[in-house]
Nanobody, 124 residues
Framework: QVQLVESGGGLVQAGGSLRLSCAAS????????MGWFRQAPGKEREFVAS????????IYADSVKGRFTISRDNAKNTVYLQMNSLKPEDTAVYYC?????????????????WGQGTQVTVSS
């Protein structure tokens, strides 16, 4: 079993920054890709970013490209999402997830473990 716990969410003004963390326990994450998704009220959960097991390859949703950066520290079994230039439309619950392979993917069905989420609210 893998437990994923997100932290770092909160309330921030538009243009501000937040850094989300996702800590894993149970089993190592080091051989799996990791991803971040988000879900706004009344909307489907959507892909944000994903990173390969080595950290060498990353992919992003167009809506966050150039503003968000995903990274990982396999020694700490932790994945991060640095969010800069935040906009009100970034408001959502953010979830981290473990991929079922080592390669980054935007497909929800290719993730097998999910965290409980952390709320991010961006005020205008």
């Amino acid at each position: 079993q893998v437990q994923l716990v997100e932290s770092g969410g909160g309330l921030v003004q538009a243009g501000g920054s937040l850094r989300l963390s996702c800590a894993a326990s149970g089993r190592t994450l080091s051989t799996y890709s990791m991803g971040w998704f988000r879900q706004a009220p009344g909307k489907e959960r959507e892909f944000v970013a994903s990173i390969s097991w080595t950290g060498a390859t990353t992919i992003y949703a167009d809506s966050v490209k150039g503003r968000f950066t995903i990274s990982r520290d396999n020694a700490k079994n932790t994945v991060y999402l640095q969010m800069n230039s935040l906009k009100p439309e970034d408001t959502a619950v953010y979830y981290c997830a473990r991929g079922s392979t080592g390669w980054p993917t935007s497909k929800r069905g290719e993730y097998d473990y999910w965290g409980q989420g952390t709320q991010v609210t961006v005020s205008s």
